[in-house]
């Protein structure tokens, strides 16, 4: 009973945790490729302000003819802040194409100051 009381409580912080969030700075770099039309920002979640995350991650991006992701891979990166570049990442968009192209691009996470 004291277990599943537990991880209830730990599960219910990191829901928070996960919903409430502050942005940090973060920036993003691309190989040469596509020009990125609108980017997204990374957010830090809490759990990740918390913990005192930094590092890079690094993104497969695959972008169709009109300029949208269509989907990406996760290259490398603390799991947590991948799934910030993720949801950024997906939101961005490129100038159109004649074809589809796979774009490289690496998130820095400098973590709370």
């Known amino acids: 009973?004291?277990?599943?009381?537990?991880k209830a409580v730990w599960a219910g912080a990191l829901a928070l945790g996960l919903a409430?969030?502050?942005?940090?700075?973060?920036?993003a770099q691309e190989a040469d490729g596509r020009k990125v039309t609108k980017r997204v920002?990374?957010?830090?979640?809490?759990?990740?302000?918390?913990?005192?995350?930094?590092?890079?991650v690094k993104l497969l991006?695959?972008?169709?003819?009109?300029g949208t992701v269509k989907s990406?891979?996760?290259?490398?990166?603390?799991?947590?802040l991948a799934s910030a570049a993720e949801t950024a990442?997906?939101?961005w968009k490129?100038?159109?194409?004649?074809?589809e192209?796979?774009?490289a691009v690496a998130f820095k996470f400098d973590g709370p100051k």
């Open 20 to 27: 409430g969030s502050a942005s940090w700075p973060a920036s």
């Open 72 to 80: 990406l891979k996760t290259l490398g990166g603390n799991a947590v």
């Open 89 to 91: 990442a997906k939101q």
């Open 94 to 99: 490129y100038e159109p194409a004649a074809k």
């Open 1 to 6: 009973m004291v277990n599943e009381l537990k």
């Open 41 to 56: 920002t990374p957010v830090y979640s809490a759990i990740a302000q918390q913990a005192r995350l930094a590092g890079t």
């Open 61 to 66: 991006l695959t972008v169709s003819p009109d």
């Open 101 to 103: 192209t796979n774009e």
